[in-house]
């Protein structure tokens, strides 16, 4: 599987996570069914979960006049993703990080969510 479906399948899975709030593990089995599972997808989605509060954390710092609360389910994730990508992973460079939150925001978010999600990992990186 490449990066970018292990990307997309993660933040589906993570999105119903942030929704449902399942065991990662079962939402992984649960999405893939007859797919095989991916390396990449399944660090992403154990990751994002189980450094969700310093994520979250490293997020809020950066929001103007947000809260993480506050913001929408989809872009949420998608900065989930990414800052675990930025903060943990040293073998992804940030602008491929960023490029492909944007992208995810400009996919499964509204008009405006991508420039959103680039201006707050902007910030985290700098």
């Given at each position: 599987?490449?990066?970018?479906?292990?990307?997309?399948?993660?933040?589906?899975i993570?999105?119903?996570?942030?929704?449902?709030?399942?065991?990662?593990?079962?939402?992984?089995?649960?999405?893939?069914?007859?797919?095989?599972?991916?390396?990449?997808?399944?660090?992403?989605?154990?990751?994002?979960?189980?450094?969700?509060?310093?994520?979250?954390?490293?997020?809020?710092?950066?929001?103007?006049?947000?809260?993480?609360?506050?913001v929408?389910?989809?872009?949420?994730?998608?900065?989930?993703?990414a800052?675990?990508e930025?903060?943990?992973?040293?073998?992804?460079?940030?602008?491929?990080?960023?490029?492909?939150?944007?992208?995810?925001?400009?996919?499964y978010?509204?008009?405006?969510?991508?420039?959103?999600?680039?201006?707050?990992?902007?910030?985290?990186?700098?």
């Open positions: 599987m490449k990066r970018h479906t292990a990307r997309e399948k993660a933040f589906q993570l999105f119903q996570l942030d929704i449902n709030d399942n065991e990662p593990q079962q939402a992984i089995e649960a999405f893939l069914e007859t797919e095989e599972s991916d390396d990449f997808l399944k660090k992403l989605v154990e990751g994002v979960t189980e450094q969700k509060v310093k994520i979250d954390a490293i997020i809020s710092e950066n929001l103007e006049n947000w809260t993480i609360n506050r929408a389910s989809v872009e949420r994730t998608i900065l989930r993703i800052t675990f930025i903060t943990f992973m040293d073998d992804i460079p940030n602008n491929v990080s960023i490029n492909e939150a944007v992208e995810l925001g400009n996919t978010g509204d008009d405006k969510s991508g420039k959103f999600v680039n201006g707050v990992l902007s910030k985290i990186v700098a």
